[in-house]
């Protein structure tokens, strides 16, 4: 087996990272950029300042301003009528990653003519304009993955797309964009990562690589995201946190996701929960019923979390990373469903629709103890339970 390793052709990290688009854009002879985004970062004057970097370097460029959470189809088709009125050559996203996962659908999109969901997993999207990603959040690391969930507007499923179409091809990762997130985004947002981190290392597609990005990616996140959420200016909770982002998106993209991502797109497309919170409302019971399919790389996670001594054994790190991510959770103030505001009946006569789009999604698959359409059922209706 070889690893297949994918990632932006440009990665800029680091303070100021944001202000090297033009440079960027230079670099890759790329001319006139459509940028996307949406009206809370219209709002922060961020989109004002790149168009001005544009500008003043001469850059032909126009926007579009209507990304919405849970990115739709129907922002999509409208992001794209912007697209095909201009010559654009790329697109540029800045933004969480709403944003972003808009911008690549967009980009992809450009020369296809069917709806979107008929490209989703299983399918492959492989060709379409460049994206430059520009995150201000530290969660998605969708700045550098191959992948974008659209939630299609006719049937509300969220849908995973992936293809190397979908990889950004330059990624520009600056951690003073994050300096004024409010405590609840910080907070779901690098639980995000940290879903992100820990599904791909456990996944059956994990690989050497993977391994050693998303164990530093959790060892980052478990150190600095208290500090993140509780002095939103610590610079180097927030530096850390950024970079643990990206890290978490490489691991990811390149070996998966696996069964707390499958089974959290449902909630999130049909309650409406930030992705973040309905990935931590999931992460520590489908952590503990998945450990049995491979311990010793769960007490690898607790280790590298600091949640475990180096010298527990398996069983007993094992049971100290539950015990740990619940304590996160908890101190991240995430709440169960219920306390989120999801009605129960309304979770109860969803939970074949839930089950059967987490096993559409083929994330379930990935995890190291893959669960029956019954078990994952019976998951949904613990994490009720707590
Ligand atoms: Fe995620």
Redesign the pocket.
């Known amino acids: 087996m070889t690893a297949n390793i994918n990632l932006p052709r440009i990665l800029r990290i680091g303070a100021g990272a944001s202000r090297l688009l033009p440079e960027v854009l230079d670099k890759l002879n790329l001319k006139q950029p459509l940028l996307v985004t949406d009206a809370f970062i219209v709002g922060l004057g961020w989109l004002d300042t790149l168009e001005t970097q544009l500008s003043e370097k001469g850059f032909s460029h126009s926007r579009f301003t209507g990304v919405v959470p849970d990115p739709t189809s129907a922002a999509v088709t409208a992001g794209l009528a912007v697209l095909r009125q201009g010559e654009y050559d790329c697109v540029v996203a800045l933004g969480g990653g709403s944003s972003i996962d808009t911008a690549k659908a967009i980009a992809v999109m450009a020369h296809r003519d069917q709806p979107m969901r008929h490209y989703k997993v299983p399918n492959s999207i492989d060709d379409g304009l460049p994206v430059i990603a520009i995150p201000t959040t530290a969660g998605?690391g969708s700045e550098a993955t191959r992948a974008a969930v659209i939630t299609d507007t006719d049937s509300q499923e969220k849908m995973l797309c992936m293809g190397l179409g979908l990889m950004p091809i330059a990624a520009l990762v600056d951690f003073e964009l994050t300096l004024s997130m409010p405590w609840r985004l910080t907070a779901d947002t690098g639980l995000?990562s940290l879903?992100?981190a820990l599904e791909a290392y456990v996944s059956k597609k994990a690989n050497a690589l993977t391994d050693t990005i998303a164990l530093a990616a959790m060892t980052a996140i478990n150190t600095h995201i208290r500090t993140a959420c509780q002095q939103p200016d610590n610079r180097e909770a927030r530096e850390a946190m950024m970079l643990a982002a990206t890290q978490g998106g490489i691991a990811f993209s390149n070996s998966s996701?696996t069964l707390i991502?499958g089974m959290s797109r449902p909630i999130g497309a049909l309650y409406h929960v930030p992705?973040?919170l309905s990935?931590a409302m999931l992460l520590a019971d489908v952590t503990a019923w998945s450990i049995s399919g491979a311990p010793t790389r769960y007490a690898d996670c607790a280790r590298a979390m600091g949640m475990a001594e180096l010298r527990d054994s398996d069983t007993t790190a094992n049971q100290k990373l539950v015990a740990g991510l619940r304590l996160l959770c908890s101190d991240l103030k995430v709440p169960s469903p219920g306390e989120f505001g999801i009605d129960a009946h309304a979770w109860q006569q969803s939970l074949e629709l839930m089950t059967q789009q987490a096993l559409d999604s083929g994330s379930p698959n990935n995890n190291p103890r893959i669960p029956s359409a019954a078990e994952i059922k019976d998951l949904y209706q613990k994490v009720w339970g707590n």
Request: hydrophobic content about 10%; aromatic content about 0%.
């Open positions: 998605t995000d879903c992100h996701v991502h992705h973040g990935n």
